[in-house]
């Protein structure tokens, strides 16, 4: 597997182009087609925010690293377990949801790793350990070193410990959840106090020399932006919006001409 379509190769530093990718919600295996066809970089499977059952979100992974892409999952809670099932299914990394403080985000980078680094366990006669058929030795490297590790930050006090947490050997890069981060602050995503505090988050990636990402809908010109404002990677949109608003402009766009 070329280093691209692995979890670190995703943030390579000889990359040409920010990685982009986008949101997978349906329990279906041809959005994962649609996404690599379409040129999207990687995808995240969303355990959090749709009703994706961990066989599915083993068919996801296992279809967009077929298909190119590096498959991330952004997982329901914090426990290790999880952790453990979702990275033995075969995925090239986690999104966390409210990762808050340096503790919560330690505890998390430890289950994404082996001992002594971490405490996931050893499963290679799992999907990550090619059924047992790929040497220990390579199958523990990997795990350690290609699988990427990124919490969400999505309140003031996760962007307040960014510098901390962004300082854990485990963690590879942050995620501002601009949404959750403006409601939690009875703001907007658009507002000057949450765009204060995403430059803040991203300036702390840097300083780590780790990488900030952000998601920005439907609207590809505002990804655009903030890519040149020093955005390292983005999401757009996510594959029920898609659907739902190509949907919404052929009834549209049929009822104002009829």
Not at 81 to 102: E, F, N, R, W, Y
Request: proline share 6%.
């Amino acid at each position: 597997m070329s280093a691209a379509r692995t979890g670190a190769g995703l943030f390579a530093p000889d990359r040409d182009t920010v990685p982009l990718g986008t949101w997978l919600k349906i329990a279906s295996g041809e959005p994962v087609e649609i996404m690599a066809f379409a040129g999207f970089d990687f995808v995240v499977i969303d355990m959090e925010h749709a009703p994706l059952d961990l066989q599915t979100a083993y068919r996801l992974i296992n279809s967009a690293a077929a298909l190119g892409m590096v498959p991330l999952v952004r997982v329901p809670d914090t426990t290790a377990s999880t952790i453990q099932k979702i990275l033995d299914a075969g995925a090239m990394g986690i999104l966390v949801p409210h990762v808050d403080t340096v503790q919560q985000a330690a505890a998390v980078g430890r289950a994404c790793r082996f001992p002594p680094h971490g405490v996931r366990g050893a499963g290679g006669t799992s999907r990550a350990g090619a059924w047992g058929l790929r040497p220990n030795a390579d199958y523990l490297a990997t795990g350690n070193d290609d699988v990427l590790c990124i919490p969400q930050l999505e309140s003031v006090d996760a962007i307040k410990a960014a510098p901390e947490i962004l300082a854990l050997d485990s963690i590879d890069a942050v995620f501002v959840g601009a949404a959750d981060l403006s409601m939690s602050m009875g703001s907007t995503p658009a507002s000057p106090d949450v765009l204060e505090l995403i430059g803040s988050a991203l300036d702390a990636a840097h300083a780590a020399g780790k990488r900030c990402g952000l998601a920005f809908g439907g609207v590809p010109e505002r990804a655009t932006r903030a890519v040149r404002d020093g955005c390292d990677f983005v999401l757009l949109s996510n594959d029920t919006s898609m659907l739902a608003e190509a949907a919404r402009g052929l009834v549209t766009a049929f009822r104002e001409a009829s």
